[in-house]
């Protein structure tokens, strides 16, 4: 069963920095690009980053690009996501997922709130 | 980067009544790489349909999509009580940048 486990939430002031990560079981991460969505509370899905399978291929969306940076280890079966700059509108569940484009598997999310 | 507008917003219809939603985007979506997905309240998006008009694995068949081009609907045939949730269509056309429609609330009349 593909699981997908998202760590590395909590409170960060604005300006901050976090990272998450995205912990990976019942498939092998290596052979799937991934992908991170963001929910703000109450709000819509946003796309948020992608990276491809060897991370060659990276892409931002243009509200995180230059203070976000995704990456993986395959090794370790797991995908990050190094968040700098923070400000209040960042502030929102982080999800993890994959397949090839559309999205059958999604992990819980880890919730990231931005506030001084 | 492709916009996609849903309408209604909110729908209000009772249980055994026929849903109809709908997703523009503001240019064609390539080979109706479109999906669609249903997130109940406290819960992760579930994907329902992609490929315009393909269900995912375990999606019953009262839910069907349809649409080509810019224009795409999702249509759940009689409303069962726990599809009353908030259903979001996607696009992976321009993958891998994806955009989200911003959502329609079904919700018991």
């Known amino acids: 069963e593909v699981q997908l486990v998202e760590s590395g939430g909590g409170l960060v002031q604005p300006g901050g920095s976090l990272r998450l990560s995205c912990a990976a079981s019942?498939?092998?991460?290596?052979?799937?690009?991934m992908y991170w969505v963001r929910q703000a509370p109450g709000k819509g899905l946003e796309w948020v980053a992608y990276?491809?399978?060897?991370?060659?291929?990276?892409y931002y969306a243009d509200s995180v690009k230059g203070r976000f940076t995704i990456s993986r280890d395959n090794a370790k079966n797991s995908l990050y996501l190094q968040m700098n700059s923070l400000r209040d509108e960042d502030t929102a569940v982080y999800h993890c997922?994959?397949?090839?484009?559309?999205?059958?598997?999604w992990g819980q999310g880890t919730l990231v709130t931005v506030s001084s | 980067e492709i916009v996609l507008t849903q309408s209604p917003g909110t729908l209000s219809l009772s249980p055994g009544e026929r849903a109809t939603l709908s997703c523009r985007a503001s240019?064609?979506?390539?080979?109706?790489?479109l999906a669609w997905y249903q997130q109940r309240p406290g819960q992760t998006p579930r994907l329902l349909i992609y490929?315009?008009?393909s269900r995912a694995t375990g999606i019953p068949d009262r839910f069907s999509g349809s649409g080509s081009g810019t224009d795409f609907t999702l249509t759940i045939s009689r409303l069962e009580p726990e599809d009353f949730a908030v259903y979001y269509c996607?696009?992976?056309?321009?993958?891998?940048?994806?955009?989200f429609g911003g959502g329609t609330k079904v919700e018991i009349k």
């Open positions: 997922a994959t397949y090839s484009g559309f999205l059958p598997y």
């Open positions: 019942g498939f092998t991460l290596s052979a799937y690009s």
């Open positions: 990276i491809n399978t060897d991370s060659a291929t990276v």
């Open positions: 240019q064609s979506v390539r080979s109706s790489y």
């Open positions: 490929g315009a008009s």
């Open positions: 996607q696009q992976y056309g321009s993958s891998p940048l994806l955009t």
